[in-house]
């Protein structure tokens, strides 16, 4: 029997026995994350770890005489030890609620339906995974890490809610060095192609090969920029730190607080939503609530919707749209523009090619102001051609500059960024964005 199929067993044993076991005064939401996934972590092109994971967590919410309990224990996937580690947890749990005040802002659980969705991958076969990768990054210094396998998330509660959603997908993130110089890559999907692999990895070498020119040193100041959507993916990371949360809107904590009060603005060339369409994660939230397939977040440069969960809808007295409890994007698309990808330099013109950003960070959060750094292939551009690569720049922007006034174009297509976090377990979610033309994008150091 398949791990999915295992898991969807042993969840619903354990689940149906823990909320069984609820008294009369108590509700409960039960959650399961789990995954089966090989790692394979690559160096100087070779193998240097490899591991897989089987991992199984569930969270219990346990709501009692106005006071709510969360707590999580991972499950072994044996029925009669799980039901005994439910049983213990359930107890603690009541012990906890026993001991908090109440919950002013408390969700009353309910029923928001059923829903089993799965996604069946085409993987690379655990055997076959070094040869795939090792065979045509021969002679190039490869490091990165391949992950791959089933991901699960399941939801109940005692009010007969039952949410299932399960895919197989993989991601090789890696980088390809040259000494000190690096370029940056990722390859990801649910069907590996070896054809699609080594197109990828050959784009990559011949960025590398353009980084072995002599590095150019640039003064600080604005220039012409394009961003590539592994950078515009960077950027628009720091609209899930609380920039669309309805709660941060309210305690004056979010960043695009002058957009939403019509104070700023955006181009009207920009335009992002919530997209669950993408297949990257799941539309129910902890609480099994169902997410509109598609929300509107910023049209044409104008804020529409905050992310906006049940507890602050019902604390501001609002309406909620069934996001997360921390309101932060989990299938964010930036949509596309009519800039075409041959036409991307010659619209360039002269300026700066950047590939990646990272250490980014807010610098006046209430103005929208980041500040971070370029990374690996970045480039300098003359007349539309690539000069040189450049010493590594510090930019410090405001999204209602290089979003706003400045945003000169988008491109006609989108990559898919997705979600590469393995800490503690891998992550569902991800984003798409195209690139981005940008005027007089400023650089500090």
């Given at each position: 029997m398949k791990f999915t199929e295992k898991m969807k067993s042993s969840f619903n044993s354990v689940a149906d026995h823990l909320l069984a076991s609820l008294?009369?005064?108590?509700?409960?939401?039960?959650?399961?994350?789990?995954?089966?996934?090989?790692?394979?972590?690559?160096?100087g092109n070779k193998v240097r770890q490899?591991?897989?994971?089987?991992?199984?967590?569930?969270?219990?919410?346990?709501?009692?005489?106005g006071k709510t309990a969360n707590l999580s224990f991972s499950i072994t996937g044996d029925m009669d030890e799980d039901r005994k580690r439910?049983?213990?947890?359930?107890?603690?749990?009541r012990k906890e609620c026993d001991l908090l005040p109440e919950d002013p802002y408390q969700v009353p659980?309910?029923?928001?339906?059923?829903?089993?969705?799965?996604?069946?991958?085409?993987l690379l076969p655990a055997e076959k995974v070094i040869e795939a990768i090792t065979t045509p990054a021969q002679g190039i210094d490869l490091a990165g890490l391949y992950c791959a396998g089933p991901l699960i998330s399941a939801n109940k509660n005692s009010l007969g809610q039952s949410h299932w959603f399960a895919n197989e997908n993989f991601f090789m993130d890696y980088s390809l060095y040259m000494g000190e110089k690096a370029v940056k890559s990722i390859y990801a999907g649910t069907a590996w192609s070896q054809k699609d692999f080594?197109?990828?990895?050959?784009?990559?070498?011949?960025?590398?090969?353009?980084?072995?020119?002599?590095?150019?040193?640039?003064?600080?100041?604005?220039?012409?920029t394009y961003l590539a959507p592994g950078a515009v993916a960077e950027l628009t990371t720091m609209l899930s730190w609380g920039s669309l949360s309805f709660n941060a809107y309210k305690q004056g904590a979010s960043s695009l607080q002058k957009l939403a009060d019509k104070e700023k603005s955006l181009s009207p060339l920009f335009s992002a939503r919530e997209n669950f369409n993408l297949g990257l994660t799941h539309r129910f939230n902890s609480l099994g609530e169902l997410a509109p397939e598609s929300l509107e977040l910023i049209t044409q440069g104008e804020l529409k919707n905050f992310l906006v969960s049940t507890r602050s809808a019902k604390e501001y007295s609002a309406q909620g749209n069934a996001a997360d409890s921390y309101e932060a994007p989990r299938a964010l698309e930036v949509l596309p523009g009519t800039l075409k990808q041959e036409d991307i330099l010659k619209?360039?013109?002269t300026g700066l090619y950047l590939s990646n950003l990272h250490y980014?960070?807010?610098?006046?959060?209430?103005?929208?102001?980041?500040?971070g750094m370029t990374r690996?292939?970045?480039?300098?551009?003359?007349?539309?051609?690539?000069?040189?690569?450049?010493?590594?720049?510090?930019?410090?922007?405001s999204l209602y500059d290089c979003l706003g006034a400045n945003l000169l174009g988008i491109t006609d297509f989108q990559e898919i960024d997705p979600m590469v976090s393995t800490y503690e377990s891998r992550s569902f979610g991800g984003k798409k964005v195209p690139g981005m033309l940008i005027k007089d994008f400023k650089f500090t150091l």
């Open positions: 008294h009369g005064n108590e509700a409960a939401n039960v959650n399961l994350h789990a995954e089966d996934s090989l790692f394979v972590r690559f160096n490899n591991t897989h994971v089987e991992q199984r967590t569930l969270s219990l919410l346990l709501q009692k005489n439910a049983d213990f947890w359930l107890a603690e749990a659980l309910k029923n928001n339906g059923q829903s089993d969705s799965e996604f069946h991958g085409d080594t197109a990828n990895l050959t784009q990559s070498k011949n960025q590398l090969s353009l980084m072995d020119r002599p590095k150019k040193t640039l003064k600080p100041g604005a220039y012409r619209e360039l013109g980014l960070n807010w610098s006046d959060r209430l103005n929208a102001r980041i500040t690996y292939a970045c480039f300098w551009v003359e007349n539309g051609e690539i000069v040189a690569p450049i010493a590594d720049l510090r930019f410090d922007e």
